[in-house]
């Protein structure tokens, strides 16, 4: 069972917490996807330094998506900024803008990590889909189980029933799924900017050392172990990071992912 260790001590919460991660049990996939088609526009209206309103600019103001009225542009701003948060000044979107410009074929996989860290609705349904088998069938059942023991009685069934509909079509952006009406578990493919950014989440809810490459947040990448060490060191050639790998012995420095924009 991936381990994305959401449930952490006090201390570590409050981290994670300040770096940009939401907890809880309410989530924005009770009425959006994870909008990557959306987000990509909204990344490209806007300088990878821009703060929070620079993107509700691109979004309102300048009308970048293209939506028909005030009231859907608000909502559209809302969403995005619920799910990444849309600021250089977030630890956790200034990395993401980091690595989401330096390699266009890492951004479903980006955005689904961000989402996750962001949405915990989407993080409770990442079980039901890891644990699948590349080709087997996607039953919504063990989403909606899985969501059941986050939100309890709160939300009812018809609102689950959306947050699985939701879910899955996140999952289908992200490449985890594929298909419509029957949607079957494909194998995706973790890059170097990918792996970096699973990594950086892992760390900053409290994972260290050898940890971090056991994690699930590798683990929803189809990424074993051993290749999360071999894409850290293609990272670390590519300058994103600093690592040192000695026995058991792991420090990985995410200072050079953190710079200002």
């Not at 990557?36 to 509700?56: C, F, I, M, Q, T």
């Not at 990918?194 to 760390?203: Q, R």
């Not at 060191?233 to 600093?242: H, I, M, Q, T, W």
């Amino acid at each position: 069972m991936p381990n994305l260790r959401l449930h952490t001590a006090e201390a570590s919460l409050a981290a994670a917490e300040e770096a940009g991660f939401r907890f809880g049990d309410k989530g924005t996939h009770t009425s959006r996807t994870m909008m990557l088609a959306e987000l990509a526009h909204v990344v490209d209206a806007a300088p990878p330094n821009s703060k929070r309103e620079g993107y509700a600019s691109a979004i309102m103001k300048d009308n970048c998506l293209g939506k028909p009225t005030a009231s859907t542009r608000r909502l559209t701003n809302q969403r995005l900024g619920e799910l990444y948060g849309l600021d250089a000044d977030i630890p956790l979107f200034r990395v993401f803008r980091r690595l989401w410009d330096k390699n266009a074929g890492s951004h479903p996989l980006l955005a689904l990590l961000c989402a996750i860290a962001r949405d915990p609705l989407l993080a409770a349904t990442v079980d039901p889909i890891v644990q699948l088998q590349p080709g087997a069938e996607f039953m919504r059942e063990p989403m909606r189980a899985a969501l059941r023991a986050v939100v309890g009685e709160r939300l009812n069934d018809s609102t689950l029933d959306k947050v699985v509909r939701n879910a899955a079509s996140s999952w289908t952006q992200s490449g985890h799924l594929e298909g419509r009406a029957l949607k079957r578990r494909c194998r995706v493919t973790p890059t170097p900017a990918s792996a970096v950014y699973a990594l950086y989440l892992a760390y900053q809810i409290g994972f260290r050392g050898r940890d971090l490459f056991s994690s699930g947040w590798l683990a929803l990448l189809d990424c074993s172990p051993s290749m999360g060490q071999e894409h850290a060191l293609e990272a670390k050639r590519l300058g994103l990071l600093d690592i040192r790998m000695a026995a058991d012995v792991v420090e990985i420095n995410f200072n050079r992912l953190e710079q200002p924009l």
